[in-house]
């Protein structure tokens, strides 16, 4: 039985990315599966009973409450002996590879899911930078989640090549094509159309991530704002809540609010319904590790408008699947918007090949068997598996 333990900072990041790949690792009856991570964010009614879980105090930025953290990661690796320690948000990635190198962990596997200091300058950026190399030095393997993010490690000399990979075409996850289905697709439309209170005409831009400047959500409003000036039949979909950062910019915001072009219903389970209600999905963001709502849009065949960032760039085929625009550009992302806005053939071509790539490239099942054969592979390189 192979000794695998997940740490992530907050539990959501469990919930979203690891707790279904768990369960399919559970289910090969190859893996004893533990998770770490901080006590308050855990929904105890959520976590599947075969995870033993260890709680950590771990707090999101920097914080020096990250020595104890760090002391107390390295006792449970000591105390429990994981054969994999995997680790991913850049708090608990940073103190897992301290506390794991510390404590013998045969491997320290790094899932790069981002790179935080994308996007920052100055002393900012040396200092995160200097941590995201620390990370990297004291993990025996870095899964990059994208090709994209692998090559922008590798021209930034976090990491040597041979040190690194990124599994089968990438994500983190996957899509769950039994989850996302197509015969549904007209079905969900009219409800959720129905529910919102949008006309069946209605061309719908739909966004779904947390509300905060990094995701670009300031550029997206201010380039909707423009397109309906002109389209009183276009509208936006947020589908995600205000980040509590105080980034967003106040008057954009409370614009949104009182506009009737803009939908915005909060954070939702089932988002592959709105995503079926939708014409275009837009991912504005500064960096991401990946692009993994984009591909679930393009499952549903959605074509996608991502800005040119390592990780999003992966998500789509550029002038195929979709469009890519220079990312922080008001100007950039208006002209794509209208460009999908006002071209009805183009959106349809660009959604039929998006629903094709997506299912053929990335999804769910295949993928994890895939990530599930290059742990058991790092395990056999160091001898531990015959």
Same mark, same amino acid.
């Given at each position: 039985m192979i000794r695998i333990c997940f740490v992530t900072t907050i539990y959501i990041t469990y919930h979203c990315f690891l707790k279904k790949f768990s369960e399919y690792l559970h289910e090969s009856g190859e893996f004893d599966i533990s998770l770490i991570c901080d006590t308050q964010s855990v929904d105890k009614t959520d976590l599947p009973p075969f995870v033993h879980f260890f709680p950590v105090d771990m707090k999101r930025g920097v914080s020096l409450s990250g020595i104890s953290a760090?002391?107390? &990661?390295?006792?449970?690796?000591?105390?429990?002996?994981?054969? @994999?320690? +995997?680790?991913?948000?850049?708090?608990?990635?940073? /103190?897992?590879?301290?506390?794991s190198k510390s404590a013998g962990i045969p491997v320290r596997l790094y899932c790069q899911w981002g790179i935080r200091y994308m996007g920052f300058e100055g002393l900012r950026r040396a200092l995160f930078k200097s941590i995201e190399k620390a990370t990297c030095a004291k993990s025996t393997f870095i899964e990059a989640e994208s090709h994209g993010i692998r090559n922008f490690a590798l021209s930034e000399k976090l990491y040597p090549a041979k040190k690194s990979c990124v599994v089968w075409n990438g994500?983190?996850?996957? $899509?769950?094509?039994?989850? *996302? !289905?197509?015969? &549904?697709?007209? +079905?969900?439309?009219?409800?959720?159309?129905? %529910? =919102?209170?949008? %006309?069946? !005409? !209605?061309? $719908?831009?739909? /966004?779904?991530?947390?509300?905060?400047? !990094?995701?670009?959500? #300031?550029?997206?409003?201010?380039?909707?704002?423009? @397109?309906?000036?002109?389209?009183?039949?276009?509208?936006?979909? @947020?589908?995600?809540?205000?980040? #509590?950062?105080?980034?967003? #910019?106040? %008057? =954009?915001?409370?614009?949104?609010?009182?506009?009737? +072009? $803009? @939908?915005m219903p909060g954070s939702k389970e089932d988002v592959e319904? *709105? /995503?079926?209600?939708?014409?275009?999905? $837009?991912?504005?963001? *500064?960096?991401?590790?990946?692009?993994?709502?984009?591909?679930?849009? %393009?499952?549903?065949?959605?074509?996608?408008?991502?800005?040119?960032v390592p990780g999003q760039i992966d998500a789509i085929i550029p002038d195929e699947t979709g469009l890519l625009f220079e990312v922080k550009s008001v100007e950039s992302l208006t002209n794509t918007m209208e460009r999908l806005l006002k071209d009805s053939e183009l959106r349809k071509k660009m959604g039929k090949a998006a629903q094709g790539y997506a299912r053929q490239s990335y999804g769910q099942k295949e993928l994890f068997e895939k990530l599930k054969a290059h742990r058991t592979e790092l395990l056999k390189c160091l001898k531990i598996l015959k």
């Open positions: 760090v002391r107390n &990661l390295r006792k449970i690796f000591k105390e429990e002996k994981f054969d @994999i320690v +995997q680790y991913s948000t850049p708090n608990a990635a940073f /103190y897992s590879s301290v506390a994500s983190a996850s996957g $899509v769950d094509l039994e989850r *996302y !289905d197509l015969s &549904l697709r007209e +079905q969900w439309r009219s409800e959720v159309r129905k %529910e =919102l209170g949008i %006309e069946p !005409d !209605d061309i $719908v831009f739909n /966004y779904a991530g947390r509300m905060t400047a !990094d995701k670009g959500i #300031n550029e997206l409003l201010s380039a909707f704002f423009r @397109i309906a000036q002109k389209n009183a039949g276009a509208k936006l979909l @947020i589908l995600g809540l205000m980040d #509590n950062d105080g980034t967003v #910019n106040e %008057e =954009l915001y409370n614009s949104a609010n009182s506009s009737p +072009q $803009v @939908i319904r *709105y /995503y079926a209600a939708s014409d275009i999905f $837009v991912s504005p963001s *500064y960096r991401e590790g990946f692009g993994l709502v984009i591909i679930e849009a %393009e499952a549903m065949g959605l074509p996608a408008i991502a800005s040119n």
